[in-house]
């Protein structure tokens, strides 16, 4: 029996060693050495619809609307799509209509999400690239430039731009969220930029998604992971994507951990209830499909994966204490339990314990994933949901 639990103990491990670490060093690595072919076009240049889809963005949208505005170059259009909202977004927006390029204010739908405002812009873009935003989402100024580079390449459907978080110096707890976040995304991009070297990442952000019209289909019914079922079902049907590094957008940092926690529950669930779908698993494309259960499908199963082998790990160390591999293992989980606690602790405090809050974050997300999992049992639905005040 106690070689069963240690069998399973080792798995688990090493499943979350081979995501975190492992993964990530051999596809960089593999990246480097095999380099990206640029595809050079002598094409004019796509134009562009910007569709921002907002939903009680009174404080915002005027922001989000000038920085649009301040492009280099320019979008052809801007869409804003107002889902529902019951403050002063649309009138807002609609304050933008006399701008020297065309902003249309999409209003007088009841809330239905964003996967539905986006199918209500797409409906009305005229352009050769969707570009989708968040209203809260600020863009460096060569942004669009970025984005259509990619789209050189005629393979290209998809293009996704680099999401980063502005830390509110502000206030400490803020402060150090925004730096964990910032973590995040910074290997996050690593592993993005090497799979889109590689050929095509499996990952996106919808904060930062530019789409060819030919290639948009639109969002079924009741989808959550909106930049996600884009992306999977372009590369399914044989188009690629692609990650534009300097294509930058800015987001301000969640206040708290629990905040940037729902967020992750919420994508957790919408990822899940994904995997269920057929027009999602690239089975024709080999390398998309080890990028895609290496990089998104494993990660759902770290939750489970941290649970299942600190037990085992635990009653292996019980039933056999000679085997002192799994009293280090052991004592390994336990140091990271402590540092997640004491980044628990220096929020509460308002106190700048770097490695502990980022210790923390890691453990919040793996307890919102548990938390996801808990919801789609219960049928939760993710489908509206509440951004905080920004």
């Given at each position: ?7 399973v ?25 095999i ?145 964990s ?48 079922w884009?992306t ?63 990089h ?56 700048k ?16 994933g ?21």
């Amino acid at each position: 029996m106690e070689k069963t639990f240690a069998i399973v103990t080792l798995i688990c491990v090493l499943l979350q060693l081979y995501q975190y670490l492992l993964y990530p060093v051999a596809v960089i690595g593999l990246a480097k050495l095999i380099g990206r072919r640029r595809h050079v076009s002598s094409t004019p240049r796509l134009s562009t619809s910007l569709i921002i889809c907002a939903h009680n963005e009174a404080g915002v949208i005027g922001r989000k609307i000038d920085n649009s505005l301040a492009l280099d170059p320019l979008p052809d259009e801007i869409i804003v799509v107002d889902d529902g909202s019951d403050d002063a977004t649309a009138a807002i927006a609609e304050e933008y209509k006399t701008s020297r390029i065309p902003v249309t204010v999409l209003t007088g739908q009841t809330r239905g999400g964003k996967s539905a405002a986006m199918n209500r812009g797409a409906e009305v873009a005229r352009h050769d690239v969707f570009v989708f935003s968040d209203a809260t989402e600020i863009y460096d100024t060569r942004v669009l430039k970025f984005l259509l580079d990619e789209f050189d390449d005629h393979s290209v459907a998809v293009v996704s731009g680099m999401h980063r978080i502005r830390p509110l110096d502000t206030d400490v707890g803020a402060s150090l969220t925004g730096h964990s976040e910032g973590a995040y995304w910074r290997y996050e991009r690593a592993i993005r930029q090497a799979e889109s070297d590689l050929g095509a990442t499996v990952a996106t952000v919808g904060a930062i998604l530019a789409i060819r019209a030919e290639d948009w289909r639109p969002l079924p019914a009741g989808t959550i992971n909106d930049d996600a079922w884009i992306t999977m079902t372009s590369l399914v049907r044989g188009r690629n994507t692609r990650f534009a590094s300097k294509a930058v957008s800015w987001e301000d940092a969640n206040t708290t951990v629990v905040q940037e926690a729902i967020r992750r529950r919420r994508i957790s669930a919408g990822r899940m209830l994904l995997l269920t779908q057929k027009g999602v698993w690239p089975w024709r494309r080999p390398w998309v499909l080890i990028a895609f259960l290496s990089h998104k499908v494993l990660r759902l199963a770290l939750p489970l994966l941290m649970g299942v082998g600190v037990l085992c790990n635990g009653i292996v160390v019980l039933m056999t204490p000679h085997w002192p591999i799994f009293s280090v293992l052991l004592a390994a989980h336990g140091v990271v339990f402590a540092l997640a606690f004491a980044g628990y602790v220096a929020e509460r405090q308002d106190r700048k314990w770097r490695l502990a809050h980022l210790a923390y974050h890691v453990m919040y997300a793996n307890i919102a994933g548990l938390k996801a999992y808990m919801d789609l049992l219960h049928n939760r639905s993710f489908l509206m949901w509440d951004k905080p005040t920004r």
